[in-house]
C-alpha cells in the first residue's frame, strides 16, 4: 500500500527578527488564510444581488405606477397604495419601520424559503441574501429618501450621499412632472 506523507516547513526567520513579524509572515504563507474563487464570486454575487434588487425594485415600481388600477386582481391595493404615495409622499415617512416593511417580509420570506431548503450552493445563497435582504428593506430606503436629512442617522446619510442608498435628490425626480423616470428605489443605479 502506498504512503503519501505532506512535508510542512516553516518559514525561514532570523535570529534578531521579533516573534511577532514570525508570526505575520508564516500567516501570509498559509494557504487556508487566501481568498479562493469561491470566496470571491461569493463577494460578487452579493453585488450582482445588490444590483438586480435595485432593477427589479425599479421595474416594479414602473409597472404599478403605468398599468392596471384599483381593480386589478392582487395588485389593485398595491396600485392604490402608490398612487396614494405620489399624491402624499410625505406619509411613507411617518409610517413605523414594521409597517413600512411588513408586507415585503411575507413576499420575501416565500421567495427565500425553498432557496435555502432546496439550494446548498453559497454563491446563489450570497446572491439571494443581498437581493432578497435589499428588497426587503428597500421600502425603508425608499422612506428615508423622503425624509429630511436632519431626521435621518449619520450613516444613512453618509451611504445616501455616496449613492450606495437611495439618494433625496435623485428621487424627488421621480415625484415631479413628468413622473416617468427614477423609479428603481434601492440606490437608483
Known amino acids: 500500500m502506498p504512503c503519501s506523507a505532506i512535508t510542512i516547513t516553516k518559514p525561514k526567520t532570523q535570529p534578531d527578527q521579533p516573534k ?12 487556508i488564510l487566501l481568498s479562493m474563487w469561491s470566496h470571491r464570486a461569493w463577494v460578487i454575487s452579493g453585488l450582482v444581488g445588490y444590483m438586480v434588487a435595485d432593477l427589479w425594485s425599479g421595474v416594479y415600481h414602473w409597472v404599478i405606477d403605468n398599468y ?3 381593480s386589478t386582481p392582487l395588485f389593485g391595493d398595491q396600485i392604490e397604495e402608490f398612487q396614494g404615495h405620489h399624491m402624499w ?12 416593511l411588513h408586507d415585503l417580509g411575507r413576499a420575501v420570506t416565500f421567495a427565500v424559503l ?7 450552493n453559497p454563491i446563489i445563497h450570497g446572491f439571494a441574501s443581498v437581493c432578497f435582504g435589499c ?12 425624509s429630511t436629512k436632519s431626521r435621518l442617522p449619520p450613516l444613512v446619510v453618509a451611504l445616501e450621499d455616496l449613492g450606495i442608498l437611495l439618494p433625496r435628490s435623485q428621487h424627488a425626480a421621480h415625484h415631479r412632472p413628468p413622473y416617468d ?4 428605489i434601492v440606490s437608483g443605479i
Open 20 to 31: 511577532i513579524e514570525q508570526r505575520i509572515v508564516s500567516a501570509h504563507a498559509d494557504p
Open 68 to 70: 392596471g388600477n384599483t
Open 89 to 100: 409622499p410625505w406619509v411613507i415617512t411617518k409610517r413605523q419601520f414594521a409597517n413600512n
Open 114 to 120: 425553498p432557496i435555502d431548503l432546496f439550494c446548498d
Open 135 to 146: 428588497i426587503l428593506f428597500s421600502q425603508q430606503f425608499h422612506a428615508w429618501a423622503h
Open 181 to 184: 423616470n427614477n423609479y428603481c
